[in-house]
């Protein structure tokens, strides 16, 4: 009534309204932003609109993946790019970093995005299902030779210490703070990280 003007961002449904702090509650409408895309974008876009629209949903631990509208490529693609841009290019346990950007072609990134549940497990996309580990820690996170605390530290396997091993820097990040993501909303999920401790981690 006083003529204010607001800008939504994305597609979104608006739940309520309130009157003392001029806020909206908006919820999010994935079918409608795949359809817009659809008709705009590259099979990336819509991937990389797909992939961060699953930040306003509840986490699922799988994905039914002969029911995605967007080719592996493209989705694959999404992924690491959002991860790689969260996490800065870098190991979240070690931060370990190599970027080198080049004219007209992809930069350099030794870093890799990670699947906490993975693909083959029916892990889904969701950036909350995901890390960026330099190349040794990807391998060993998959390895279960270390897992992610409820906490948000590296737990490292017993297992470790009974392998023959030299320059392995790993022992070192036992109970360190992970880097996190420099949004919230791209903080592993828990149920992400329950699973990897249950199915993954080596115990003993």
């Known amino acids: 009534p006083e003529g204010s003007r607001y800008k939504i961002l994305g597609p ?3 739940e309520d309204f309130d009157y003392n702090s001029r806020g909206f509650l908006l919820r999010g409408c994935s079918d409608l932003i795949s359809q817009h895309v659809e008709r705009h974008k590259s099979a990336f876009d819509v991937a990389l609109y797909a992939l961060r629209n699953c930040l306003i949903l509840p986490f699922q631990l799988k994905e ?3 029911k995605y509208q967007i080719n592996k490529e493209a989705r694959e693609k999404a992924f690491r790019t959002i991860i790689l841009e969260e996490y800065r290019c870098q190991c979240a346990v070690c931060q370990s970093k190599f ?4 004219n007209g ?3 350099i990134i030794e870093a890799e995005a990670a699947h906490i549940i993975p693909v083959q497990d ?3 996309d969701d950036p909350r299902n995901g890390l960026s580990f330099c190349r040794r820690h990807h391998w060993a996170f998959d390895m279960g030779l270390f897992t992610i605390t409820d906490s948000k530290a590296v737990k490292l396997s017993p297992a470790v210490l009974r392998a023959e091993r030299r320059r392995f820097d790993l022992e070192e990040y036992d109970g360190e703070a992970l880097v996190g993501p420099a949004s919230d909303a791209c903080r592993p999920a ?6 990897h401790q249950g199915k993954i981690y080596k115990k003993a």
């Open 105 to 107: 072609d992809e930069s």
């Open 12 to 14: 979104a449904m608006i």
């Open 122 to 124: 029916y892990g889904p």
């Open 190 to 195: 828990e149920e992400a990280l329950h699973w």
């Open 64 to 66: 039914v993946r002969s």
């Open 99 to 102: 970027l080198l950007k080049q």
